[in-house]
C-alpha cells in the first residue's frame, strides 16, 4: 500500500524508524517491487518478509519514500547498515531518524496539555462579557496567559450565548462558589476587548 504524506508528517514520528530513499521519481510501486528484489537478494530481507506499506512525500524538490520498519518486516540489520551506506551515492539512502533531524529540524515534541483550572461561574451576573472577564482573570493567575487571550478572541466572534459559554467551558472548569470575588472591571485586559460587536 502506497500513501502520500507531507515531509512536515515525518516530525510527529518520534520514536519510529525507517529507510528514507531520495530522488525517486517514476512509478512509486516500481520502486516498492524494486527496493523489495534488492533487499531480498542482499539478504537483507528474511523469513520471506517484504516491504507492503510505503509512504511518498516530497521535499525541497525531491520525491522520497519512506520504507517504515515493523514487526512484519524481518531485517538482517547488519547487512541492511551496510547496503544503505552502499547505496547512499545513488538513492540517498537515510534513516527516518537521521533525515528528520538534518532535513526537518528534529522532531516535534509532545506537548502536554495543561489541566483546565476551575473557576466560579455559577450564581455570577450572566453577561457574558462578566464571564469572560472573570474566566480571563481565573486563566491569568494559573499562568495561561495566551489561552485566556485566545479564549476571549474566540468568544467575541461567536454567534450566540451559548456558543460563547461553550468557549469559556473549554478553558476552565466551570464551579459554584460562594466565595469567588466579583468580577473587577480592572481584571479585564484592552485587548480581551476586541471584536465585542458579537450577537449574542
Known amino acids: 500500500m502506497i500513501t502520500t504524506i507531507k ?6 514520528m518520534q520514536g519510529k524508524e525507517g529507510l528514507i530513499l531520495q530522488g525517486c521519481g517514476g512509478d512509486p510501486q516500481e520502486w516498492l517491487d524494486g527496493i523489495n528484489e534488492m533487499l531480498t537478494d542482499a539478504k537483507v530481507l528474511i523469513d520471506g518478509t517484504k516491504f507492503s506499506y510505503v509512504s511518498v512525500f516530497e521535499h525541497e524538490g525531491l520525491t522520497n519514500i519512506l520504507f517504515p520498519f515493523s514487526n512484519d518486516v524481518h531485517l538482517d540489520t547488519g547487512k541492511f547498515a551496510m547496503w544503505r551506506l552502499a547505496t547512499n551515492e545513488n538513492f540517498g539512502s537515510t534513516w527516518l531518524s537521521d533525515y528528520v533531524e538534518n532535513n526537518l ?3 516535534q515534541t509532545e506537548q502536554k496539555e495543561k489541566a483546565k483550572p476551575d473557576c466560579a461561574l455559577i450564581g455570577q451576573d450572566g453577561n457574558i462579557f462578566n464571564l ?3 474566566a480571563s482573570r481565573t486563566l491569568k493567575q494559573n499562568g495561561m496567559k495566551e489561552e485566556a487571550s485566545e479564549m476571549c478572541s474566540r468568544i467575541t466572534k461567536s454567534g450566540s450565548y451559548s456558543e460563547a459559554l ?3 467551558g473549554e478553558y476552565v472548569n466551570i464551579t459554584d462558589s460562594a466565595e469567588s470575588d466579583d ?18
Not at 515531509?7 to 510527529?12: H, I, N, Q, S, Y
Open 7 to 12: 515531509a512536515e508528517d515525518l516530525r510527529k
Open 105 to 107: 529540524g528534529g522532531f
Open 132 to 134: 469572560m472577564g472573570i
Open 166 to 168: 461553550g468557549i469559556i
Open 183 to 200: 468580577y473587577d472591571d480592572d481584571d479585564f485586559d484592552e485587548d480581551d476587548d476586541e471584536g465585542m460587536g458579537m450577537r449574542l
